[in-house]
Every structure is written in C-alpha cells, then in structure tokens.
C-alpha cells in the first residue's frame, strides 16, 4: 500500500516537474541564427533617429503648425490601411512561410525610398517653411513609405514571435541581441551626430548642417538595411500556422479575447500621453553641447550591459508581470527626481549642476536597462502564444494592427500637441543654439525630464491586471507544445499530399506528351 503510494506520489511530482519545466526542454536557434537575430537587433538602432526633429525644424525647415497637419493625415492614412495591409499578411501562407515574403522583398525597395528624406535640402534649398512644392514631397513622401513601412513592420513583429516556439530560447534570443548589439555599435551613429552638431555650431568645422545629415542618414539606411536582410534572409517560422486561413472576423475575436494584449495596448495608450521633446533637444538648445548627452553617460555605460545579467535571477525571484511593474515606477522615480532638482534656482540653466545630476540619474536608472528591453518584447511574444492557446490559431498581423492602431491614432494626436506646444512657449527655428528666452529653455528642459513621467503616469495601471503569470503561463505552455507536436504532423501530411498530386500531375503530363508525340 505504501509502496504503491510512494509509486503515485513519485509520479504526480514527475508530471509536475515535466509541466514546469516544459518550455525549457529544447533550443531551436543556433549560432548562425542568434548572430544574424543580433544583427537585426543592431540595424533597429542604427540610425539618427534621435535628431530628426532638428533636421525639420533647422535644416528642411517645416512650419510646426503645417508639420502638425501633414502629420495628422500621413497618420490618418496609415491607421487605414493598417487594417486592410493586416488582414492580407494573416491570409498568407507560402513555402517561405507567412511574414518573411514581406520583409525579405521590402527592404530594398524601403531603402531606395528612403533615401529620399535626407535629399530633401537639395530639392528645395533655402526655401520658405510655408513653401507649396516642398510640403506636397513631405506629404507624399510620408504617405508612400507609411503603406510600405506598415507590410514590413507588421510582417517582422509577427516574424519575431515565430521564430522559435519556446520562451526561454527566445528570452536568450532577445537578452543576447540586446546585449551584443550595443558592443557591435548601434548607438555610433547617434554618439557621432552630437558631435558633428557641436562642432558645427561652434565653426570648428566647416561643414553644413545639411551635408552631415545627407551623409549620416544614407550611411545608416545602407548598413542597418544590409544588417536586415541578413537576418531575413537566413531565419526561418518555426511556429506552425494553420492550414486553414482565419476569416476576418476570427481575426477580430483574436483581438478582443486577448485579455493579455489588452493590458499591454491599455498601458501603452495611457503612456502614450506623455508630452515630450527628447533630452537630445535639451542638452543642445539650453546646456548648448549634443556632446554632453554622451558625456553624462559614460559612468552609466558598463551598468546597461551588466545589467542583463540580473535578467535570469530576476525572473527566478520575480514574475514578468512584477518586473514589468516594478521597472516602470522605479524609472519614473529616477526621472522626476532629476526634474525637481533642475527646477530648483535655474539649476537646469547650469552645467556644473545639471552634469553630476544627469550622470547619477544615468548610472542608478541603468541598473533596469536590460530588464526593461528584454520583458517588454518576451511580454508582446507571450501575448501571441496566448492567442493560439485560446482561440487554435496565431494572428499575429490583425493583434499588431490593433495594438499599433491604438497607438498610431495617439501619435498622431500627440504629434500635432508636440508641433503646437513648440511654437507656443516660443522656440524660434534655426536660431543660435544656447539663444531661446529662458521661459522656453525652462520648458524644453521640462518636457525632456518631468512633464513626459507625470503626463504618461496612468501607464501603469493595467499592468496589474496582466493574467499571464505563475501557474497559468506553464500550463498555457505546456497545452502549446502538445498542439504543435499534432499541428506539425497536420502539415507534414498535407505536404505530402499535395506531393504525391504533384508527381502523379506530371506523370500524367509526361504520358500525355508521350501520346502526342505518338499520334504526330
């Protein structure tokens, strides 16, 4: 009777263990696979980004209130046919799998486009904010690379989520890009911009602002490109797809049953209220040197690699959802002390006082930074498996439309707010860097720093409410590696179905040439 006991006892623990332990069992990705995955991760950094808004405002020089407006209705367009491009992508099954067509055949084409943008100056030099011809270009230009950009976006999101069916695997997969792709130097581009911008100000070197952009944008567009297409070129979807194609309206229950994608949209939607200029904006027009963004954080640099190393003991000790919580209010708590202490006698307007401050900040905020690039993507991938689990098939392109819907139509309310809150407290374009009136320094320093935290604080609220956590997350696992052990084995069969009617629909071709040949 013991004995027999002791027999059930060894195996309930057994089982229990084989259910924890379920997702951990392979790695699907090699080397090869990992170091073009980290390539892809570098080439989405590779850019100067940061310093777009100076290259409009002081170099191709739109009006704030009409970039508002062209904004509005390149935004408007793009929120429509989000939801038509997202139906096409789900609807897709091909030899190379669902998502990869996409990209691997997009790229290019995306780049040659975008070449286009830094060329602007040369299109229309000297010309007035106002200028017809040169708002017509910023307008189509915006509307074509949106549509373009939506297919390859929603396409490499959703190619993400498949690559590998474990969590762990992929949790490596995202903590090793994160890691390697700041050592291979994706932040170079950025680093070097800040001083090209200072060096130009100060006429130590006598170069325009306008050629710097054209050489920087078009050296970044063709390395973070080829970097990209790497990695498209050699991943594969591991997660199977179901031979039946989702209907749109399955696509819309995928969406509005996800409970975990919800949480994660709401979050991001109440976040997205945050008003903010860039610090980039801050450290030039009011501390008067991009450089010293770089400066205040070297003592900070060696803590952002370091700390994904806390990644795996924090997720032993901690569940996603506690870290996805506790890295959102520890960074806000950071920023606003940096805010109050800058608002104290005009310490914002003052380098030997806003220096220390920032490096502090830097140093002490960094210690979260690979907790919050890793458990914020693993978080969107979780929420793709979720969606099978529940409903028997992935919509990985319709989820992100949703998810990106929701998000697009508050940027483009938020980037108008951005345009007219320039213009209103005064900034005056294309002026000498360090010149604003004190009133609007005060301002940008501001929406750098406080106003973003206070304005996106609601944020964290759904986070609470996210489902996917402890016993829950390992069983939703352990009913997807059973599935797709079955769904797999579906599309084997069918391959080999749709085999044999190839070979027997030649052989009847072969005979027939066969047949006519005789008759000749």
């Not at 990644?311 to 569940?319: E, H, L």
Request: aromatic share 14%.
């Amino acid at each position: 009777m013991d004995e027999n006991k002791k027999a059930v006892d060894e195996k309930e623990i057994t089982e229990e263990e084989a259910l924890e332990h379920v997702h951990q069992n392979r790695r699907y990705i090699g080397t090869k696979e990992t170091f073009a995955y980290i390539l892809n991760d570098f080439s989405n950094s590779f850019n100067i980004g940061k310093y777009g808004n100076r290259f409009i405002w002081d170099v191709v020089k739109i009006d704030f209130k009409i970039a508002a407006y062209v904004n509005i209705f390149t935004g408007i367009w793009d929120t429509v046919n989000d939801i038509f491009i997202g139906a096409i992508v789900d609807k897709t099954r091909t030899r190379w799998g669902k998502f990869k067509p996409y990209v691997l055949f997009m790229k290019i084409p995306l780049t040659i486009i975008g070449s286009l943008y830094w060329f602007m100056p040369f299109f229309f030099p000297d010309t007035a904010a106002d200028y017809a011809p040169k708002l017509i270009f910023y307008f189509a230009f915006g509307v074509i690379t949106e549509t373009a950009g939506t297919f390859s976006g929603i396409a490499q999101g959703g190619l993400m989520s498949t690559i590998t069916p474990h969590p762990i695997d992929r949790t490596r997969l995202i903590t090793q890009a994160n890691f390697w792709s700041g050592f291979i130097g994706e932040k170079l581009p950025e680093l070097m911009m800040g001083v090209f911008i200072d060096l130009i100000n100060n006429k130590i070197v006598r170069w325009k602002l306008r050629d710097l952009f054209v050489g920087m944008g078009l050296l970044t567009s063709v390395v973070a490109t080829a970097a990209s297409f790497y990695f498209i070129y050699v991943t594969r979807e591991r997660v199977q797809q179901t031979i039946e194609k989702p209907s749109l309206m399955q696509g819309f229950k995928a969406i509005f049953n996800n409970f975990p994608i919800l949480m994660i949209t709401l979050s991001d939607f109440l976040a997205g209220f945050g008003v903010s200029i860039g610090r980039s904006n801050y450290f030039i027009d009011v501390l008067g040197s991009a450089t010293l963004q770089t400066i205040v954080g070297i003592p900070a640099a060696p803590v952002s690699n370091i700390s994904y190393a806390l990644i795996g003991p924090m997720r032993k000790r901690f569940s996603t959802k506690a870290i996805w919580i506790g890295e959102d209010i520890y960074t806000d708590m950071c920023w606003l002390s940096v805010f109050a202490l800058g608002s104290i006698n005009q310490n914002f307007t003052k380098r030997k006082v806003m220096i220390p401050i920032f490096m502090v900040e830097e140093f002490v905020e960094m210690w979260t930074f690979g907790l919050r690039h890793v458990i914020g993507q693993e978080l969107y991938n979780e929420a793709m498996d979720y969606c099978e689990w529940k409903n028997g098939y992935r919509m990985e392109a319709m989820t992100s439309v949703a998810k990106g819907l929701v998000g697009k139509l508050q940027r483009i309310a938020m980037n108008a707010v951005q345009n007219l809150i320039m213009a209103k407290i005064g900034y005056i374009q294309g002026k000498t860097i360090g010149t604003q009136a004190l009133s609007t320094k005060w301002w940008i320093f501001a929406m750098g720093t406080g106003i973003p935290i206070i304005t996106s604080s609601l944020g964290v609220i759904p986070k609470f409410f996210y489902p996917l956590t402890g016993p829950k997350r390992d069983s939703m696992y352990a009913d997807l590696l059973e599935r797709r052990k079955q769904m797999a084995a579906r599309v084997t069969e069918a391959g080999d179905d749709l085999d044999e009617l190839a070979r027997i629909a030649k052989a009847e071709i072969r005979g027939d040439y066969v047949q006519n040949r005789e008759v000749d």
